[in-house]
């Protein structure tokens, strides 16, 4: 068989140097996507590891918690007790899910001892009883030990595709922790703690709201998604090798 130009094994020449080229690109973003998730397992095998130690622990004093977050930044999930006093007024309303039920997470200040403030979740109350005057059972006077989870506060909004937040209607889509502090009428110059405390599942008068709502089973997929990637470059290299294999057709 001639390697002419115009021989069918001149022509495939070309043919199979642009569909190996192709191959070994795709190949190698198959297998860099297949790796980033393995290091994504990883990440999230660890993150739940420090959320099992943490959610486990003894309730710490606030003062530890804040002394964690100064030298870390990072308090996520570490159990948390604080008194104060809450001032319902400055509830403000994180748009949420419980349960099936379409609702509101209540972020109320807490007013503490020494006179700062802490942005305290008390939990969920469905969407017709976002009025507090619907559930003043809840709204519990006087001083109160809150025994929760601290929560590290967002660095911005977590996604473009979520709404803004809607400071005239109270109703946040995501928990920008300065507005939620700033809009809920605290007094000139209170000072605020850094991060969130999401309260534990202690009832509160009437039932609402109701705590606990802290979601601590995260999706980990990764090994999935991970043996995928894989599975797709190792069918890529077949393909390709059959290909490369197949003598050109004849004239």
């Keep these: 068989m001639s390697d002419a130009?115009?021989?069918?094994?001149?022509?495939?020449?070309?043919?199979?140097?642009?569909?190996?080229?192709?191959?070994?690109?795709?190949?190698?973003?198959?297998l860099g996507l297949g790796t980033w998730q393995v290091q994504r397992l990883h990440?999230?095998?660890?993150?739940?590891?420090?959320?099992d130690r943490r959610t486990h622990a003894a309730p710490l004093p606030l003062a530890e918690v804040e002394r964690e977050f100064a030298a870390s930044h990072d308090v996520d999930y570490t159990?948390?007790?604080?008194?104060?006093?809450?001032?319902?007024q400055g509830e403000r309303h994180f748009f949420s899910t419980w349960e099936g039920d379409t609702g509101f997470n209540v972020y109320t200040p807490l007013r503490l001892e020494d006179g700062r403030f802490v942005?305290?979740?008390?939990?969920?109350?469905?969407?017709?009883?976002?009025?507090?005057?619907?559930r003043q059972q809840g709204e519990v006077a006087g001083?109160?030990?809150v025994i929760g989870l601290a929560r590290n506060p967002l660095r911005g909004k977590p996604s473009m595709m979520l709404p803004d937040n809607d400071i005239a209607k109270n109703i946040f889509y995501w928990k920008d922790r300065d507005v939620m502090a700033s809009s809920a009428g605290l007094p000139a110059g209170a000072l605020l703690v850094p991060?969130?405390?999401?309260?534990?599942?202690?009832?509160?008068?009437?039932?609402l709201p109701v705590?606990?709502?802290?979601?601590?089973?995260?999706?980990?997929?990764?090994?999935?998604?991970?043996?995928?990637?894989?599975?797709?470059?190792?069918a890529l290299a077949a393909v390709l090798i059959l290909r490369l294999r197949r003598p050109a057709k004849a004239g």
Excluded at 225 to 230: D, I, K, P, R, S
């Design 5 to 30: 130009t115009g021989s069918p094994a001149g022509r495939s020449r070309p043919r199979n140097a642009l569909l190996l080229g192709l191959g070994l690109v795709l190949f190698a973003i198959l």
């Design 43 to 51: 990440w999230k095998e660890g993150l739940l590891e420090t959320i």
């Design 79 to 88: 159990p948390v007790t604080v008194t104060g006093t809450f001032l319902h």
């Design 119 to 134: 942005l305290v979740n008390r939990g969920f109350v469905p969407y017709d009883l976002k009025d507090p005057a619907r």
């Design 143 to 145: 001083k109160v030990t």
């Design 195 to 207: 991060f969130f405390i999401d309260a534990d599942k202690t009832p509160n008068p009437g039932g």
């Design 211 to 234: 705590g606990g709502v802290t979601i601590i089973d995260l999706p980990n997929n990764h090994l999935q998604y991970a043996v995928t990637w894989y599975g797709l470059a190792a």
